[in-house]
């Protein structure tokens, strides 16, 4: 006599999620997934929370920028061709700049993003750091006197020299402007007080194109 075994349905439905289960955690998933035994009475189906558009690159070149200067605390510099960092009171310079995210794909969050800014003219050797800034700001109007302020964690790289490129690894940073508040970046010098270190970068008013900043994201 023949012996015919047979998988209870509730059983087999398990099984079925938890093999997908584990096929999620090993690789990328882009769109909400439904699976079915062969009986249509047992499902698996998930909500529709991943990324729209996994391993997407978007090189960002939309963007505002402007110096804040303790020297000139109460003056914006939104049109000047370059901004930048000073690091020892009483000339301090803090930097602020936000990107256009607006186009970022649903569901999404930076997998890595790197920052790059033209140094025009700097002094190598120290740590210039990119954070979040803390609250809104406007660029035509905002100064030292009514600076943002920053909030971590914040990316470091290390300062250059003339006609050098600095780039910073952001995708934490990203990650909160997408996730928390979207108020753009503000770049400083990680100490300042001590040395005096400068980094004046072509800004977004730059008259070479191909010289300002940009933000690559790839979206995952």
């Not at 999404?108 to 800014?117: E, F, G, P, V």
């Not at 952001?170 to 980094?199: C, H, M, P, R, W």
């Amino acid at each position: 006599m023949t012996r015919r075994w047979r998988v209870a349905r509730p059983f087999a439905a398990l099984g079925l999620a938890a093999a997908l289960t584990t096929a999620l955690a090993q690789s990328t998933t882009s769109a909400a997934f439904t699976a079915t035994t062969g009986d249509p009475g047992n499902q698996v189906s998930s909500a529709p929370t991943f990324c729209a558009s996994p391993g997407r690159v978007d090189t960002i070149t939309t963007a505002v920028d402007t110096g804040l200067y303790e020297s000139q605390a109460t003056s914006n510099f939104a049109s000047n061709a370059s901004t930048g960092v000073i690091s020892t009171a009483p000339a301090r310079a803090r930097t602020l700049i936000k990107f256009d995210l607006s186009g970022r794909p649903t569901r999404c969050t930076a997998q890595s993003a790197i920052l790059t800014m033209r140094v025009n003219s700097g002094t190598a050797g120290a740590t210039v750091e990119v954070c979040r800034a803390a609250a809104a700001w406007n660029p035509t109007t905002v100064t030292w006197a009514g600076d943002p302020g920053f909030t971590g964690p914040c990316a470091p790289a290390t300062s250059v020299v003339n006609g050098t490129l600095i780039s910073w690894d952001v995708a934490t940073q990203v990650t909160g402007l997408v996730t928390i508040a979207d108020n753009g970046f503000e770049i400083k010098f990680a100490t300042e007080s001590g040395t005096t270190y400068t980094q004046l970068f072509d800004s977004m008013e730059a008259t070479m194109v191909g010289n300002r900043p940009k933000l690559v994201i790839t979206w995952g």
